[in-house]
């Protein structure tokens, strides 16, 4: 038995291969086009391991992923292949539109076809998983109850929109087409080997390297924190247990303000690496100009998941984010790998520091 996991050297991707290798010996054959966020190092202990088969190339290209198909008869894909970084789409929509619009659809062509040309009677069981975001449902009040599944769709940025879009094609091919789908919506990830333009990796890479810890606005955006392990023990019961044509919403139950995250990494790295005058790396902490349309506050309810499927995170937000920092810290030639010359160049035009 095979799986195809698309965008697996990205941040959530090469955790769940990390994760599903070793726990199981189904081989995953990993489809990744390798942009700016795809990190080879992320896999590396998996070098020579026949259990993991590397492909560079798009999802968008349909005959690749149609050949893949026909050749390995994955019983899944999962689908984390995705431009998903808000900021980046607001100054570069079309990115977003062509990886998470367009490569979708054909994703969604290739399997369709491959599914077609099968003899269903003899057929082994497939699954489409779409791993999609929190953010489709736009933004909620503060007094506002967390997003649920029946939640409709506002999406406020060009990301967001795109993702929506992808959301509401994977929904069509099963009603449509009878493509067995499944669809999940995360909240705000973390954890090791996510690539330093998210808040957290940010700011640990700032710190250490006694740089602004940038925090749009006031701080007091608000959204729901999800160890990375935690969403892909999740993502590994939907694949096994959920209904398909389901959607299921994947939280940490761990609402936090920006602000509060980025105290916290502080606090963390004064007791695990303190600076060497002596100061807290609080004093870091600045605040700049608020992104356009930010949204103020995200949160997730993850009964559906929990009630259906048997699934909760193992980790709270106190045990996960010093696990993160830890990781930082023990892995900081992996950050110096990744943080080049154009993810410098990009820091400072997206922050002004």
């Known amino acids: 038995m095979t799986i195809l996991v698309t965008g697996g050297a990205g ?13 199981s010996n189904e081989a995953v054959i990993n489809l990744d086009a390798m942009t700016y966020a795809g990190n080879m190092d992320n896999l590396q202990s998996l070098a020579g391991d026949f259990r993991h088969i590397f492909v560079n190339g798009n999802i968008g290209d ?54 077609a040309g099968q003899d269903r009677d003899a057929a082994a069981p497939f699954s489409f998983l779409h791993i999609s ?58 954890g090791p080997r996510q690539f330093p333009e998210k808040l957290i990796p940010l700011c640990i890479h700032n710190a250490l390297a006694g740089k602004p810890l940038p925090v749009y606005g006031d701080g007091r955006q608000v959204r729901d924190w999800l160890y990375v392990n935690d969403h892909c023990s999740a993502i590994r019961c939907v694949l096994e247990r959920g209904r398909h044509g389901e959607i299921y919403n ?59 499927l048997g699934w909760s995170p ?18 900081q030639a992996w950050v110096v790998n990744v943080t080049s010359g154009a993810y410098r160049s990009w820091v400072e035009r997206q922050y002004g520091i």
């Open 62 to 115: 349909f005959d690749l992923v149609a050949d893949l198909l026909s050749r390995h008869k994955p019983r899944a894909i999962v689908n984390f292949a995705a431009e998903s970084h808000v900021d980046r789409s607001i100054r570069g929509p079309e990115d977003f539109i062509q990886a998470n619009v367009v490569g979708t659809f054909r994703l969604l062509e290739a399997a369709r076809a491959y599914r």
């Open 250 to 308: 994947i939280g940490g139950w761990n609402e936090k303000t920006n602000l509060e995250v980025v105290h916290t990494l502080c606090r963390i790295l004064d007791q695990l690496q303190p600076r060497p005058d002596g100061r807290s790396y609080g004093d870091q902490i600045v605040f700049v100009r608020d992104r356009p349309g930010h949204d103020r506050r995200y949160a997730i309810d993850a009964t559906k998941v929990q009630r259906e």
């Open 11 to 23: 941040f959530i991707g090469s955790n769940f291969i990390l994760e599903w290798l070793a726990s």
């Open 314 to 331: 193992a980790e709270t937000f106190e045990t996960g984010i010093r696990k993160t920092v830890e990781w930082y810290l023990d892995n």
């Open 133 to 190: 975001t929190d953010e489709v449902y736009g933004t909620l009040a503060a007094d506002a109850p967390a997003f649920t599944e029946s939640n409709r769709y506002e999406p406020n940025s060009p990301y967001s929109a795109s993702k929506a879009a992808s959301d509401h094609l994977v929904r069509a091919y099963h009603h449509t087409y009878g493509l067995p789908v499944l669809t999940t919506n995360c909240s705000n990830n973390y």
